[in-house]
């Protein structure tokens, strides 16, 4: 099972260049999140979606977008990157129910870099 | 504002000497306090669920426990491969789905 997947895995951007992280979930689940994670700072809340057609800001929504068209797929974009985006970011999805609640299946995580 | 905040921050042990990760949180309604564990380079993996006070769950050497303001993840006999780094979250509002993160606590295990 191929569980989430995250493209691109690693990104080099110059500043105020733009581009998206694909996510995409093979478990049907409706819940999905975009994190950010830097050193020492934990996991961040950066956008995430309660089913398709519907997103909601976390705690470090600026500067990043987000759309789920589809169940299955995630997309965080960077319009116009900053060096402050330099991070490791993981998706991450959950289900409404049938299961541990809280219990979230992440991806391998990619890891951006902005000159 | 709902804050997690996680302690300490560092944990070095030798194999087989047991100690305790804190997390202890502020939160409107909580809905669930969740322990991951992190291995360098890897998204991270879920653990235990706790939803009340008092509860407890366990795993392997692991044992996770709730009181109104913290919880607790004892580390029993800890062995080399428990080392990672061990995150906790909260959730606030059932249909929320918002999960909030700590900082996390990373644990070196030496044999």
């Known amino acids: 099972n191929a569980g989430v997947t995250q493209t691109p895995k690693f990104r080099v951007l110059k500043t105020g260049q733009s581009m998206t992280l694909l996510c995409a979930q093979d478990?049907?689940?409706?819940?999905m999140y975009w994190y950010r994670q830097d050193p020492g700072m934990g996991l961040r809340l950066i956008h995430y979606?309660?089913?398709?057609?519907?997103?909601a800001k976390g705690e470090v929504p600026d500067g990043y977008n987000v759309s789920r068209l589809k169940k299955q797929n995630f997309l965080l974009g960077l319009e116009s990157a900053a060096p402050s985006q330099t991070s490791v970011y993981f998706c991450?999805?959950?289900?409404?129910?049938?299961?541990?609640?809280?219990?979230?299946?992440f991806g391998e995580g990619s890891r951006l870099t902005v000159l | 504002e709902d804050q997690v905040t996680q302690s300490p921050e560092a944990l070095r042990l030798q194999e087989g000497e047991s100690s305790s990760l804190n997390c202890s949180y502020t939160?409107?309604?909580?809905?669930?306090l969740f322990w991951y564990r992190q291995d360098p380079g890897k998204g991270p993996e879920f653990l235990f669920t706790?939803?009340?006070a008092g509860e407890e769950k366990e795993k392997e050497r692991l044992k996770a426990t709730l009181t109104k303001k913290e919880s607790f993840l004892h580390i029993t006999a800890p062995k080399p491969e428990d080392s990672a780094t061990y995150l906790c979250?909260?959730?606030?509002?059932?249909?929320?789905?918002?999960?909030?993160f700590g900082q996390g606590t990373t644990l070196q295990v030496k044999p």
């Open positions: 979606s309660v089913g398709e057609g519907t997103t």
């Open positions: 991450a999805s959950g289900r409404l129910a049938g299961g541990p609640a809280g219990e979230l299946f």
């Open positions: 478990m049907n689940h409706e819940y």
């Open positions: 939160v409107s309604g909580l809905r669930g």
């Open positions: 706790l939803y009340s």
């Open positions: 979250a909260v959730r606030a509002g059932v249909l929320s789905g918002k999960l909030i």
